[in-house]
């Protein structure tokens, strides 16, 4: 494989500093259980439930369960729902599209016929989806879908009723506790090197402060890292944070480079950046430029229907030939804007915007984290006794971009047989025959780093400029020189940034969230094409020989100038070649 003339590796402390701060593990309070998951998404609170089927289970929220990627996400769940085999092959065919080559198809047929047991399972379990008034369930299309196979709950609010419903149930079982405000700082393994079995998480309440919580199988959901952007629809807690603690442990990431862009993003300063769903766009809805001129007609015949990424980059470049800092998405002429979307209505009244008579001001942000930690088809990652699922995993699903409303699915089908295949871990399981070990006995893990002699930071200040680097040049469109640019940055910010020991979570996100960032823009600096939702301006058409997953694992990078290996693209995802 070939690579780019310039060395892609990060910091050294990036790659050696196995965890963020010192302990001794005989010191803590000490907690066990079976399994141990890191998350409360969609993703989190369904494998907890599966893995309750066969075990003890802890579920870690780092603040409350209705703050997640889940909790607000819109437009709904794909998925076939007792359909025709050729329905599902539809919906297969839609995904491997969307992908643009790099999805693996094992992976894509996994889930997608997952769907139908996880969502009437949803519906038994009373989750209350939009139903047309004969009483069947309503069906959305959305972009990249050849048919309706949406179904949405509350019109625009799906995840809040799918994190209700989860939780609801996750309430109902006494095998699993639920931690909110505890925060995973790094899984715990046995020994410092990649490859060393993982035992459970050192973790942080916010009122009994440092624990180690031990268990047979950790299984990672914490969701995506939108957070790096300036720019983002994702709430405050998407950080990255498991993302960086699996790198950290020695687990292979991959495909860092590809972060999907929404389009339309509601732009006020100092306003969070809510999303204004694709459907309103479905609706008629149509982009204005500073002088009230549509532009998407002449960017692509689909206008502004065309694919997300194609939008975004249309937005980016006429606010860039105009000024300004928006554009204009113009409503006033959809009929019965509130009925169809009334959360979106409530929120922009909120802000004195009323959709139906004035323009609202938008802009793209970052808003699905497309990569993630390497996973084959039961969840497993490369690091023994680690499982992930959801947005912060990569089994293949997704491939080079998202096809829309794919990712709840997702979360739900991976997220089930991960809990599934934690049985594993007890030397019982069903799920293969892979590396089955007894309960581990906690081994004194003991981390000295010292604290930096360097002065004191404007922690503030450094998430700040990162999260600008990250949108200027790590953002819709890249280019060599704005990737390598943004390297340098991070390098430099490391050296002060990552040698510190922070005793509060700001901290430790900001060192997870340069950790992250700096992985993608290795990564995209690496990908000397465009493909999906990865797009560079100097490199502009897919090229074959990067159809393959880059991966990335600490230690086993440095020295040389790319990614730790790749991948084949393949019909069923394999871990470990890296
Ligand atoms: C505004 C918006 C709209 C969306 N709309 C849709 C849609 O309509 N359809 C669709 O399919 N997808 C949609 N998505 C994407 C989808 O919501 C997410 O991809 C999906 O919910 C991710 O689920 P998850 O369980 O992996 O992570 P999340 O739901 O983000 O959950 C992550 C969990 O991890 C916890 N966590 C994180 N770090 C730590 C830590 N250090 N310690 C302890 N806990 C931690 C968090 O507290 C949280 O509980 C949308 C996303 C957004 C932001």
């Known amino acids: 494989m070939r690579r780019g003339l310039h060395s892609w590796v990060m910091h050294a402390l990036a790659d050696q500093r196995r965890y963020l701060i010192p302990f001794r593990s005989g010191l803590l309070p000490q907690i066990f259980t079976d399994t141990l998951v890191i998350g409360a998404g969609v993703a ?15 579920v870690l929220a780092k603040g409350d369960v209705g703050t997640s990627n889940t909790a607000w996400a819109q437009g709904g769940i794909a998925g076939e729902v007792g359909a025709e ?31 139908s047991a996880r969502l009437e399972e949803l ?59 505890c925060f995973a700082l790094d899984l715990i393994t046995s020994g410092d090197e990649p490859g060393s079995p993982v035992l459970g998480a050192i973790t942080h309440h916010e009122r009994y402060g440092l624990q180690m919580i031990w268990a047979r199988a950790t299984i990672l ?13 994702n709430p405050r807690t998407a950080t990255g944070d498991g993302l960086a603690m699996a790198y950290r442990a020695g687990a292979t990431l991959a495909d860092m480079a590809f972060v999907q862009f929404h389009p339309t993003t509601l732009y006020l300063p100092g306003a969070a950046r809510m999303l204004i769903s694709e459907a309103v766009r479905g609706e008629g809805a149509h982009l204005l430029d500073a002088s009230g001129q549509r532009f998407m007609e002449g960017e692509h015949p689909l206008a502004e229907l065309a694919p997300r990424d194609v939008v975004s980059r249309a937005i980016v470049r006429k606010i860039a030939e105009q000024g300004g800092k928006h554009v204009w998405l113009d409503c006033r002429h959809v009929e019965g804007f509130e009925g169809r979307f009334p959360g979106i209505t409530r929120t922009l009244r909120s802000f004195e915007i009323d959709p139906e008579r004035q323009l609202i001001p938008v802009h793209p942000a970052a808003h699905y984290f497309v990569g993630g930690v390497r996973t084959d088809l039961f969840g497993r990652t490369d690091a023994p006794g680690l499982y992930a699922a959801g947005e912060v995993a990569s089994v293949g699903l997704h491939g080079a971009n998202r096809l829309a409303s794919n990712s709840l699915l997702e979360g739900l089908v991976m997220g089930e047989i991960a809990g599934r295949s934690a049985e594993e871990m007890r030397g019982v399981g069903s799920a293969g025959s892979w590396r089955l070990v007894p309960r581990q006995v906690p081994a004194a893990v003991i981390s000295d780093i010292r604290p930096s002699a360097q002065g004191e930071l404007d922690l503030a200040d450094v998430r700040s400029s990162l999260r600008s680097a990250m949108w200027r040049n790590v953002g819709v ?9 943004a390297g340098e940055m991070f390098r430099f910010w490391a050296r002060y940034t990552l040698d510190k020991i922070f005793d509060e979570p700001e901290g430790w996100e900001t060192q997870n969230m340069l950790l992250v960032g700096s992985l993608v823009a290795a990564s995209a600096g690496w990908r000397e094409e465009s493909r999906g939702c990865h797009q560079r301006d100097d490199a502009p058409v897919a090229r074959g020989e990067y159809a393959v997953h880059d991966c990335w694992r600490r230690g086993r990078g440095a020295g040389g100038g790319g990614p730790t290996g790749t991948l084949a693209v393949e019909g069923g995802a394999e871990v470990g070649a890296a």
């Open 123 to 181: 519906i038994a379990w009373g989750m209350r989806f939009d139903r047309e008034r004969g009483g069947s369930l309503s069906l959305g299309r959305e972009g990249g879908h050849g048919r309706a196979r949406i179904l949405h709950a509350d019109g625009d609010a799906t995840g809040r009723e799918l994190a209700r419903c989860l939780a609801a149930r996750v309430g109902e079982r006494e095998r699993v506790r639920m931690f909110e405000g």
């Open 85 to 115: 085999a050729e329905a599902i092959a539809g919906h297969v065919r839609d995904t491997l599209k969307a992908g643009a080559g790099l999805c693996d198809e094992g992976a894509v047929r996994t889930v997608v016929e997952g769907a």
């Open 221 to 233: 959901a914490g969701g995506g890292a939108g957070v790096i952007y300036r720019e983002t629809t």
């Open 477 to 485: 469109a890249r280019t060599g020189a704005k990737l390598r640019d």
């Open 44 to 58: 989190g609170l369904r494998a907890g439930l599966a893995a309750s089927e066969h075990g003890d289970v802890i």
